[in-house]
């Protein structure tokens, strides 16, 4: 879906529309205004990283002073000076994916599309990262598409979920109204995000049984005897 | 552990080093282009890795048989002594060059990561390390030693021939190992080093520059030894009319191990004169200094070896940067600037910058033996230089590899990549109207218009170049070759199919119409109307209007 949004891939039925356009039909149009994240981090890996933000500027077709300043500003949040003239193939997962942020967020982008993007981060990168989605949605006319598993993320910084279940949408809107629809929560707590999807998915029991099983095959050999 | 359960082991490091080895140095394009489907990009690579290792040994082994039965036409000392040393050097050519496919990630020691958090002692990490690097070249190296002192013992029927044959092929191995894993670790530096200073930067081009030439010289390898048959020859029949010439050929590897398994199957003729006898001494005291330098040679491999699987070679230096400024370039210029920096690091990009050295140097060479430059030569000369670059047009797709997934989500139009890459593909041909230019002004010349032959081509060369590319590189409009509407289409060539070989056919036959079009065009008007300035005139119309052709076509499509 992602990649189908970043016109990288065409849907095999159906269609969508970003920011107006149909992306199989004028990808460079989206593109122009997308950041994309990919979940694995393809860069060229003998560039180094300023090698590559510069190429990215140009192809956007930057204006030099502005691409200076965000990418200073961002190449010193993200703490990139120690990497930025070193092969990208030479970088830690973490660094990398830093990398991949800062090509994402530089030319400002409409919509964000940001799959799994905490993965290898640190904790000061990836609240740093928070903050930048926060502001992000906060700009008029713009939006964040962010796709994760970890549901304590998704549950502090995303106004609307989708819940995606083996390929399909099982549910849609506010923690709010996933609550209410699961049920979860009823008797009286706040039910997090976790177990709305556990329930929405219906894998509460299923997790039940493998803990159980975990349990037994982890167990020292005398309780396994005794039990 | 005992050494059968290290080999097992091995074979999963040595395919990781395989693996990693592609995508260092070709990328996964196709993979990439195809939509990814790592598993089956993995398997693709480790089977392209098996067939090209059993590709290599048939023709390493087939190579020197054949060259080894050509003394059979002679029966001669000498023709015994040129067989060998070719054989030889065909063997270590070809050693070499497959090794530059599959160990430039060995020395970052990447591959065996998982490895050191197993409970295994260092002597155990060492022998899988070591096993890994052997299973590199094992059968390869067997079959090519076997073949040849098989080959001579049936052709001599001499014992000490062929023990001689054997330690001269073990010999040689050495060396051939020892080189790859030299280029292998200088890779691994290279790619490691970084750095934005123009020191560093020269120093990666010079590096890369030697490589790509000691590639193609490698390649061309038939050449120089076949140019230095005779010269053996005339060192064995005492017809080399410089003095100290024979005893000096007697010295270089592998002649002096020719001339060793010659003297050993030929023991009366290479005493039956005293210049003759000094000859074969120098060549048996060489013989034995090469085994004791292979000796040295081995201890060095395996000491690498070892370093590798300590991770003492896999040190990255770093540098604090405070100034983050970056140069913004219209988008082909940085298309262009990006795949200059990627091929720079890339020894199977080295040879497209080889590539106007080693045009210069062949070009300078070939109109040398010219007393007049005509027509027709300076056709042939600028002909060639064009196929020298029409081969390395396709390969800079290769500069994409995994990073293509990532230019694929930037606004990039398929027309900006050929140009850039076909702009690369261009200059590596200037080179050669200055080398014809240079070789014109100081020789003789029928006509100074020839002058201006190979720079009109330059257009029909950019022309080809765009159009070779167009292959590859689709229309993400029209779904192009590829039948997709992704964005930009582009497939690497580092594994091919055969409908990739096709397309590559295709490509080249392409390219060769339009280079080959205004030169035949001058050829006809220059050799039947003798109408120089004609000639160059309509050259120069065709050359152009292939440009602007090719152009209009990329336009639209």
């Keep these: ?227 | 552990m005992k050494l059968g359960e290290a080999w097992k082991l091995s074979k999963t490091s040595y395919v990781e080093v395989a693996y990693r080895s592609n995508v260092m140095t070709r990328g996964t394009a196709r993979g990439a282009f195809a939509g990814g489907d790592p598993a089956k990009r993995v398997r693709s690579i480790v089977r392209g890795t098996l067939i090209s290792k059993i590709s290599f040994t048939v023709l390493v082994s087939l190579a020197s048989a054949y060259v080894l039965l050509q003394y059979e036409r002679s029966r001669t000392p000498a023709g015994l002594a040129g067989a060998v040393t070719f054989s030889l050097a065909i063997a270590v050519a070809y050693i070499v060059l497959y090794s530059l496919q599959v160990l430039p990630s060995f020395s970052g020691g990447e591959s065996f990561e998982l490895l050191t958090t197993l409970p295994l002692s260092k002597r155990d990490l060492s022998l899988v390390t070591f096993f890994s690097f052997a299973r590199t070249f094992d059968f390869m190296l067997v079959a090519s030693i076997a073949t040849q002192v098989v080959v001579v013992a049936l052709l001599t029927g001499s014992a000490l021939a062929t023990v001689l044959m054997f330690l001269a092929a073990a010999v040689n191995s050495a060396f051939a190992v020892w080189i790859a894993l030299t280029f292998s670790t200088l890779f691994y530096r290279n790619i490691t080093k970084g750095g934005r200073g123009k020191g560093a930067a020269l120093a990666r081009l010079a590096f890369l520059i030697s490589w790509g030439f000691a590639a193609l010289s490698i390649a061309f390898s038939f050449n120089f030894i076949a140019t230095a048959l005779p010269a053996i020859d005339g060192a064995l029949t005492g017809t080399l009319s410089r003095p100290l010439a024979a005893e000096a050929l007697a010295l270089l590897h592998p002649i002096s191990e020719g001339i060793a398994v010659s003297g050993a199957a030929y023991p009366g003729y290479a005493t039956s004169t005293s210049s003759l006898a000094i000859v074969y001494g120098v060549s048996y005291a060489a013989f034995v200094a090469y085994l004791l330098l292979a000796v040295v040679v081995a201890r060095r491999t395996l000491s690498t070896i070892l370093a590798v699987a300590q991770g003492k070679l896999s040190g990255v230096a770093r540098t604090l940067t405070t100034e983050f400024k970056l140069r913004i370039r219209s988008p082909v210029p940085a298309y262009l600037v990006k795949d200059a920096r990627i091929a720079s690091k890339s020894p199977q990009m080295a040879f497209v910058f080889a590539l106007p050295v080693f045009e210069t140097v062949f070009i300078g060479l070939y109109l040398s033996g010219f007393g007049v430059l005509g027509s027709g030569t300076i056709v042939y000369a600028t002909g060639t230089g064009c196929a020298f670059t029409l081969f390395g047009a396709t390969a800079l797709l290769n500069t994409e590899g995994t990073g293509l997934e990532f230019t694929m989500a930037l606004p990039v139009v398929s027309k900006t990549i050929v140009d850039a890459k076909s702009l690369i593909s261009t200059l590596s041909y200037t080179p050669v109207p200055v080398a014809i230019s240079a070789a014109l002004l100081l020789g003789k010349h029928g006509t100074s218009l020839l002058l201006a032959v190979p720079f009109l081509e330059i257009a029909a060369v950019s022309a080809a170049s765009s159009a070779e590319l167009a292959f590859f590189v689709g229309n993400y409009k029209s779904g192009g070759i590829l039948q997709t509407s992704s964005a930009v289409q582009t497939r690497g060539l580092s594994l091919l199919s055969a409908g990739d070989i096709l397309r590559l056919v295709e490509s080249l036959a392409v390219a060769a119409l339009l280079v080959g079009g205004p030169l035949v065009t001058y050829a006809i008007v220059a050799e039947l109307l003798k109408n120089y300035a004609m000639a160059v005139v309509l050259m120069g119309g065709v050359s152009v209007s292939e440009w602007v052709g090719v152009q209009l076509f990329l336009r639209k499509r």
Excluded: W
Excluded at chain 1, 126 to 138: A, F, G, N, V, Y
């Design chain 1, 1 to 227: 879906m992602i990649r189908i949004i970043n016109g990288l891939a065409d849907p095999t039925s159906g269609g969508l529309r970003v920011l107006g356009y149909d992306p199989a039909e004028s990808p460079i149009e989206v593109k122009s205004k997308i950041g994309y994240v990919p979940e694995t981090s393809n860069l060229y890996e003998s560039l180094s990283p300023r090698d590559l933000f510069e190429f990215v500027a140009s192809i956007r077709r930057m204006d030099a002073a502005v691409a200076n300043a965000r990418v200073g500003k961002l190449a010193e949040a993200f703490d990139l000076g120690q990497y930025y003239d070193s092969p990208i193939a030479t970088l830690s997962m973490g660094t990398k994916q830093k990398v991949s942020i800062v090509a994402a967020l530089m030319h400002e982008p409409q919509l964000l599309v940001l799959d799994e993007p905490m993965n290898g981060l640190d904790a000061k990168s990836s609240r740093i990262l928070k903050d930048i989605i926060t502001l992000q949605t906060q700009r008029p006319g713009a939006a964040v598409l962010f796709s994760t598993h970890i549901m304590e993320v998704a549950e502090n910084i995303c106004n609307k979920i989708g819940i995606i279940y083996q390929g399909k949408l099982v549910a849609e809107g506010s923690l709010e109204e996933l609550r209410a629809k699961s049920a979860a929560g009823a008797d009286g707590e706040e039910a997090t995000l976790e177990e709305v999807f556990l329930r929405l998915t219906h894998e509460e029991e299923e997790i039940a049984e493998t803990v159980k099983a975990l349990r037994e095959a982890f167990a020292p050999p005398q309780a396994r005897v005794g039990g």
